[in-house]
T-cell receptor, first 116, second 116 residues
Framework: AQTVTQSQPEMSVQEAETVTLSCTYD???????LFWYKQPPSRQMILVIR??????QNATENRFSVNFQKAAKSFSLKISDSQLGDAAMYFC?????????????FGKGTRLSVIA | GAVVSQHPSWVICKSGTSVKIECRSL??????MFWYRQFPKQSLMLMAT?????????EQGVEKDKFLINHASLTLSTLTVTSAHPEDSSFYIC????????????FGEGSWLTVV
């Protein structure tokens, strides 16, 4: 079974600074997808960024980028120019690509605080 | 992007009664829907996977007779908490997939259940 580990329960960053959230995963599969979801106090799950395992290029979405190291099974999220609205729980998630009906496997999450 | 609607957002019920939560995909056909439960300050725990027209697959430890899941159409899945007790109080969130390999999973807004 696949597992996702987020080793940082809490992180904080100064507004306008950069922060990196860590995520590692364990799998024997070669084809899969990785995601970062943001969950603000409203509890709505918001997709931040996704990465296909077969792509070597790291995904980027505006201020959000990932460092995907497939051999090390590492998938960290970098948030640049942090904003107050970035404060939330961030979940790293894995999804098998073996079929179209597999669920997301989540890490335990990292609570990010942004200091003004 | 794709929209998944979950209703009700909040529900309070008396102990011993049943409550139904609906999850609808508004602009796509969801061949698979997933139900999660989230305890305070914890990650999302997968309860079950439901495929349209077939019985749901429950995760180990989830009581299928207590948490009835129906996926009668490609746009609607329901979770019924039967004979609810205070320990069933939690945040329940659904998600939906179009079923193709790698398609992003979209989340509903979630439902807060309080059993008194």
């Amino acid at each position: 079974a696949q597992t996702v580990t987020q080793s940082q329960p809490e992180m904080s960053v100064q507004e306008a600074e950069t922060v990196t959230l860590s995520c590692t995963y364990d799998t024997s599969e070669s084809d899969y997808y990785l995601f970062w979801y943001k969950q603000p106090p409203s509890r709505q799950m918001i997709l931040v960024i996704r990465q296909e395992a077969y792509k070597q290029q790291n995904a980027t979405e505006n201020r959000f980028s990932v460092n995907f190291q497939k051999a090390a099974k590492s998938f960290s999220l970098k948030i640049s120019d942090s904003q107050l609205g970035d404060a939330a729980m961030y979940f790293c998630a894995y999804r098998s690509a073996n079929s179209g009906n597999t669920p997301l496997v989540f890490g335990k999450g990292t609570r990010l605080s942004v200091i003004a | 992007g794709a929209v998944v609607s979950q209703h009700p957002s909040w529900v309070i019920c008396k102990s011993g009664t049943s409550v139904k939560i609906e999850c609808r995909s508004l602009d796509f056909q969801a061949t698979t829907m997933f139900w999660y439960r989230q305890f305070p300050k914890q990650s999302l725990m997968l309860m079950a996977t439901s495929n349209e027209g077939s019985k749901a697959t429950y995760e180990q430890g989830v009581e299928k007779d207590k948490f009835l899941i129906n996926h009668a159409s490609l746009t609607l899945s329901t979770l019924t908490v039967t004979s609810a007790h205070p320990e069933d109080s939690s945040f329940y969130i659904c998600s939906a997939s179009m079923g193709q390999r790698g398609n992003t999973i979209y989340f509903g807004e979630g439902s807060w259940l309080t059993v008194v």
